[in-house]
């Protein structure tokens, strides 16, 4: 009975031991993640719409821009 008891302890143990470690590797993944999103976002410079496409009004060209951002 002992032994019994032991092990289910045991169990249960180690079942909450590694259920704690698996969220904070999942958060760490999630916050580098979102680090590389923004870097990535940063560096192409090109304004986004809500769906994520690329912005087909603002080009980067030679010309002067007006002020909604757009080409003259």
Excluded: H, I
Excluded at 32 to 49: C, F, H, S
Excluded at 56 to 66: E, Y
């Amino acid at each position: 009975m002992r032994k019994l008891f032991l092990l289910c302890f045991l169990f249960a143990f180690m079942v909450n031991a590694t259920a704690q470690e698996t969220k904070a590797e999942k958060a760490k993944a999630k916050t580098e993640k979102a680090a590389k999103d923004k870097a990535k976002k940063e560096a192409t410079a090109v304004p986004l719409k809500k769906d994520g496409t690329p912005d087909k009004r603002f080009k980067k060209t030679d010309v002067p821009l007006k002020k909604d951002g757009t080409p003259d």
